[in-house]
T-cell receptor
């Protein structure tokens, strides 16, 4: 079974702090993703990566950065946390295969509260 | 740009009754379609997927979905719901970018099961 783990289930940070959210997958997947989930808005893509050291902006990258130094690990960084970044953050991974978007496997999520 | 619409924010169904959750998508080519389920406080679990071929796809937990190209729809069905089916359901569409780009999700349908 694919396993995607996230470093914390719940996190509380103060405004202005630098925040790191870590994600690790154990299936040797090439692609990794960070989404945020807010009530009434569904899931929105923040950043994704299709290879080590590669990154692409998603729909809402402002205020975030990412790092992928190893294939299995994808980190989301909030350089200076703000209250509007209070949300559920979901990491996902998928295999790179010819011809299409293959299913993504999700971690359990990190509920981040910025006070 | 691709998009997904789930017209129903909430649906209430009696236990044992049938269920249909609606999903309409917009995509310029052949879409890759997915249904995910999210139990409270959890990540997303894949229920089923459509890539090509038979337009009626079977998934886990007794769910099925039918792809109708003429209606741009991919509705999820279950003949008899159980109390454990209460959850948030998300429809998603992906493109032909080799899986490296993210999925576009609908805003979700919250399913409530009445005893």
């Amino acid at each position: 079974d694919v396993k995607v783990t996230q470093s914390s289930r719940y996190l509380v940070k103060r405004t202005g702090e630098k925040v790191f959210l870590e994600c690790v997958q154990d299936m040797d997947h090439e692609n990794m993703f960070w989404y945020r989930q807010d009530p009434g808005l569904g899931l929105r893509l923040i950043y994704f990566s299709y290879d080590v050291k590669m990154k692409e902006k998603g729909d809402i990258p402002e205020g975030y950065s990412v790092s992928r130094e190893k294939k299995e690990r994808f980190s989301l960084i909030l350089e200076s946390a703000s209250t509007n970044q209070t949300s559920m953050y979901l990491c996902a991974s998928s295999s790179a295969r010819w011809g299409g978007a293959y299913e993504q496997y999700f971690g359990p999520g990190t509920r981040l509260t910025v006070t | 740009a691709q998009s997904v619409t789930q017209p129903d924010i909430h649906i209430t169904v009696s236990e044992g009754a049938s269920l249909e959750l609606r999903c309409n998508y917009s995509y310029g080519a052949t879409p890759y379609l997915f249904w995910y389920v999210q139990s409270p406080g959890q990540g997303l679990q894949l229920l089923l997927k459509y890539f090509s071929g038979d337009t009626l796809v079977q998934g886990i937990k007794g769910f099925e979905a039918e792809f109708k190209r003429s209606q741009s729809s991919f509705n999820l069905r279950k003949p008899s719901v159980h109390w454990s089916d209460a959850a948030e359901y998300f429809c998603a569409v992906g493109g032909s970018g080799g899986g490296a780009d993210g999925l576009t999700f609908g805003k979700g349908t919250h399913l409530i099961i009445q005893p």
